[in-house]
């Protein structure tokens, strides 16, 4: 079971880099909309440029996936996994294309071959490239094939694994279409509840970061959801029948009640409950954080700072994004986002065709904010919880500069056993995700004394540091000393 949460680490990781993608998309679709709400740029030159720039990206979405995901976990990152990613996605979708399923087997072609094109294909494809680049791109032929060698062997062995993996899909593809369609539709059918669900899963599962497999299903055309895209697609979508207004966006709406204000909200009640003599570490830290969560909807750093230290607070938090995604999708408050429910990628989704009511969302955020207040004060005084601020012996405030990436990754990297002691080093929006040769030396008291406000253990020999947005800087800086 570890190796595979392991592995399932370096899976979701990898699908950071094909999502990092969306907020370009989500900035130049918003301001098209902004400037030319109605006709989605038909009476605009300008409004039309930017919109269909940003479609661009959504449009390929699975191509982006398989080329992201064998970039992404690759053993050193280099160019050669996602040129293999790409020829293995060309492959794959055109033997399996409706035209050529139908060419090979002579018969009618079913459904699924119609939907080959689509994030999970792209993401296992992604995969087996990787895998082939890590396993091969050191390998040399002799001297007649030397030109051959090493990284150009890769897409080459891909493109063959590629017929072996598309006569797999071939017999398999429709079961799997068939599951992942009757899982939407059985989502779907249960409606704003079943958006409640996928909200109470979504936090749930990051702790150990394998919320993004889960938002693929919803957010992405893997199940036949799609939200994220059909909502930036505006008017094409709603014209095509693809979105609905007051329905498309719903797996998203409630997130910004919660990033923008509940969260603030729990912040604020740690900042009350913390002992008077640590008010100001507490509030300097909360602040930061709540900042981030409002403007730009990065929640780890206010998470992380409750998750493990009172677990339950974090369950409740689970429970109340559910219900606040419930409520968004039950009054149909709709607004979405290219890259996380912040005030950022509201303003930019308000004047979204697809956007409905999106102003009460505000109004919803109040009341949670005042929710999360007082429901969060109450647990952590009635159960003495030790958030930060109340522990029962304070560490002495850390003098380390947070500003200077060099040394904060020197400490970090003494704490974690030495360069030699890193296998794989590799950052997310707020992580370290790193493989150690043994896990057992790391300092996880220095760690959270530099600033890490949690510490993921996935196996026997993955870690995850959560640091905030500093944490690509400070991998890229232990990368350059390996």
């Given at each position: 079971?570890?190796?595979?949460?392991?592995?399932?680490?370096?899976?979701?990781?990898?699908?950071?880099?094909?999502?990092?993608?969306?907020?370009?998309?989500?900035?130049?679709?918003?301001?098209?909309?902004?400037?030319?709400?109605?006709?989605?740029?038909?009476?605009?030159?300008?409004?039309?440029?930017?919109?269909?720039?940003?479609?661009?990206?959504?449009?390929?979405?699975?191509?982006?996936?398989?080329?992201?995901?064998?970039?992404?976990?690759?053993?050193?990152?280099?160019?050669?996994?996602?040129?293999?990613?790409?020829?293995?996605?060309?492959?794959?979708?055109?033997?399996?294309?409706?035209?050529?399923?139908?060419?090979?087997?002579?018969?009618?072609?079913?459904?699924?071959?119609?939907?080959?094109?689509?994030?999970?294909?792209?993401?296992?494809?992604?995969?087996?490239?990787?895998?082939?680049?890590?396993?091969?791109?050191?390998?040399?032929?002799?001297?007649?094939?030397?030109?051959?060698?090493?990284?150009?062997?890769?897409?080459?062995?891909?493109?063959?694994?590629?017929?072996?993996?598309?006569?797999?899909?071939?017999?398999?593809?429709?079961?799997?279409?068939?599951?992942?369609?009757?899982?939407?539709?059985?989502?779907?059918?249960?409606?704003?509840v079943g958006a409640g669900v996928y909200g109470f899963f979504n936090r749930l599962l990051i702790p150990i970061g394998l919320h993004h497999a889960l938002n693929s299903v919803f957010w992405f055309d893997v199940a036949g959801i799609n939200d994220i895209p059909n909502f930036l697609s505006g008017q094409v979508g709603i014209d095509s029948g693809a979105a609905v207004i007051g329905k498309t966006g719903m797996y998203q709406a409630g997130f910004f009640p919660i990033m923008m204000f509940g969260l603030p909200g729990a912040a604020f009640a740690i900042y009350t409950a913390a002992k008077k003599e640590n008010k100001q570490k507490v509030g300097s830290i909360m602040l930061a954080a709540t900042l981030a969560s409002f403007f730009t909807g990065v929640t780890e750093p206010l998470e992380f700072s409750?998750?493990?230290?009172?677990?339950?607070?974090?369950?409740?938090?689970?429970?109340?994004?559910?219900?606040?995604?419930?409520?968004?999708?039950?009054?149909?408050?709709?607004?979405?986002?290219?890259?996380?429910?912040?005030?950022?990628?509201?303003?930019?989704?308000?004047?979204?065709?697809?956007?409905?009511?999106?102003?009460?969302?505000?109004?919803?955020?109040?009341?949670?904010?005042?929710?999360?207040?007082?429901?969060?004060?109450?647990?952590?005084?009635?159960?003495?919880?030790?958030?930060?601020?109340?522990?029962?012996?304070?560490?002495?405030?850390?003098?380390?500069?947070?500003?200077?990436?060099?040394?904060?990754?020197?400490?970090?990297?003494?704490?974690?056993?030495?360069?030699?002691?890193?296998?794989?080093?590799?950052?997310?929006?707020?992580?370290?995700?790193?493989?150690?040769?043994?896990?057992?030396?790391?300092?996880?008291?220095?760690?959270?004394?530099?600033?890490?406000?949690?510490?993921?253990?996935?196996?026997?020999?993955?870690?995850?540091?959560?640091?905030?947005?500093?944490?690509?800087?400070?991998?890229?800086?232990?990368?350059?000393?390996?």
């Amino acid at each position: 079971m570890g190796n595979i949460l392991g592995y399932m680490q370096k899976v979701g990781r990898a699908l950071m880099v094909p999502v990092a993608v969306l907020p370009t998309a989500a900035i130049l679709m918003g301001i098209g909309y902004w400037i030319d709400p109605n006709a989605w740029g038909g009476d605009s030159q300008l409004a039309a440029f930017l919109i269909r720039a940003g479609s661009a990206v959504i449009d390929n979405m699975a191509l982006l996936f398989a080329v992201g995901v064998a970039y992404g976990m690759s053993k050193d990152k280099d160019g050669a996994a996602a040129l293999s990613g790409l020829v293995g996605w060309l492959v794959v979708t055109t033997i399996l294309s409706s035209d050529s399923v139908a060419q090979i087997t002579g018969e009618a072609v079913p459904a699924a071959f119609t939907h080959i094109e689509n994030q999970f294909v792209g993401i296992l494809v992604g995969i087996i490239a990787a895998e082939l680049y890590n396993k091969f791109s050191d390998v040399e032929l002799n001297n007649a094939l030397a030109f051959f060698s090493g990284r150009r062997l890769v897409p080459i062995i891909v493109s063959i694994a590629m017929l072996l993996f598309s006569v797999i899909l071939l017999i398999v593809w429709p079961i799997i279409f068939s599951f992942l369609q009757e899982f939407g539709q059985k989502i779907s059918g249960l409606g704003e509840v079943g958006a409640g669900v996928y909200g109470f899963f979504n936090r749930l599962l990051i702790p150990i970061g394998l919320h993004h497999a889960l938002n693929s299903v919803f957010w992405f055309d893997v199940a036949g959801i799609n939200d994220i895209p059909n909502f930036l697609s505006g008017q094409v979508g709603i014209d095509s029948g693809a979105a609905v207004i007051g329905k498309t966006g719903m797996y998203q709406a409630g997130f910004f009640p919660i990033m923008m204000f509940g969260l603030p909200g729990a912040a604020f009640a740690i900042y009350t409950a913390a002992k008077k003599e640590n008010k100001q570490k507490v509030g300097s830290i909360m602040l930061a954080a709540t900042l981030a969560s409002f403007f730009t909807g990065v929640t780890e750093p206010l998470e992380f700072s409750f998750m493990f230290v009172a677990p339950l607070l974090y369950v409740v938090h689970a429970i109340l994004t559910g219900i606040s995604i419930f409520i968004a999708a039950n009054m149909e408050w709709i607004a979405g986002f290219g890259f996380s429910a912040g005030l950022v990628d509201m303003i930019l989704s308000s004047r979204n065709p697809l956007a409905k009511d999106w102003y009460m969302l505000l109004v919803q955020g109040v009341a949670f904010f005042a929710i999360y207040y007082f429901v969060f004060l109450a647990l952590i005084k009635t159960f003495n919880l030790k958030t930060p601020g109340r522990e029962e012996a304070e560490k002495e405030i850390n003098e380390i500069s947070q500003d200077d990436t060099g040394e904060l990754a020197e400490h970090y990297l003494e704490a974690l056993g030495g360069i030699k002691n890193l296998e794989v080093i590799d950052a997310c929006i707020t992580r370290l995700r790193l493989t150690l040769k043994d896990r057992s030396i790391i300092k996880e008291e220095k760690l959270k004394e530099l600033g890490a406000m949690g510490v993921v253990k996935l196996g026997t020999n993955n870690l995850q540091v959560i640091i905030g947005p500093q944490a690509e800087s400070i991998a890229n800086q232990m990368k350059s000393w390996a």
